[in-house]
């Protein structure tokens, strides 16, 4: 029952973190900080449960993956976010919204990625660093190719 | 339970459900990526289809993970949508700038 409870706070403690993010448009703390501030923080309570008699190798595991289920918490509001925005923006916007919803495209794939790359390295998964990196590298070609490809069709047909 | 037994017990319990969350929201994002893909012309079927293919690709490897619900086969299947879907897009978007020049 503890652990779900925790869970629920944790969830909602992340998701009103990166809610205030989106909403706010720009870092509410600066990303060099906040990885200090985290690390720190990951630092005090692996030393505090260490010093309580907790074996250091299996707390710090453990540590990390409630951190990996901390970066999964976060990719959900921006989830939802594109989801909304994919329902939102339909056709009657002009034909100019295609690179709002190209934009959102690239907010999916690119949350995946980088979820796929931390939540990779913090449960010690090497394979799926790999593949979500070799991911993130493909997401602005993927993006740049198919607005590319949409102004050349969209300019031929205006021209016909 | 001693405390290294429930510090563990407490993370897999977590973690489980972080990777849930995140996959439903993953599938919601999917449903609006196929309603793109139905809807949209050409490229934006194709910017759809792409879409669908990442949600599906990493859902799926959430599920090969022995930490939720360790279906191996699903991580070779994930690689090669989000290695192939990535590249394909590409291509056929290059496909569709060519094409239409012709």
Known sequence: MIAEIFTVVYAAAVFAYVSWNIKKGSFVVDPSKLVLYLFAAFLIIVGALYFMGNELESTVLAVMKIGAAGILFAGVPPMIAATIGLFRFGDEYGSNIFY????????????????????????????????????????????????????????????? | MSEAAFLSALADTVFFWAALVFMVAATAAGLGAIRMALKGEAVTSLMGVSA?????????????????????????????????????TILFARLFRTGEKS
């Open chain 2, 52 to 88: 669908f293919t990442t949600v599906a690709g990493v859902s799926l490897y959430l599920i090969s993970l022995p930490e939720l619900f360790n279906v191996g086969f699903a991580r070779d299947t994930a690689i090669a949508l989000l290695v192939v879907g990535s590249v394909g």
């Open chain 1, 100 to 160: 709002v919803r190209n934009h959102i495209a690239g907010v999916i794939d690119t949350v995946s990625s980088l979820v796929m790359i931390f939540a990779g390295i913090l449960i010690l998964r090497i394979d799926l660093v790999a593949v979500g990196f070799f991911f993130f590298l493909f997401v602005p070609f993927t993006g740049g190719a198919l607005a590319n490809a949409y102004y050349y069709v969209n300019q031929r047909r205006s021209e016909k």
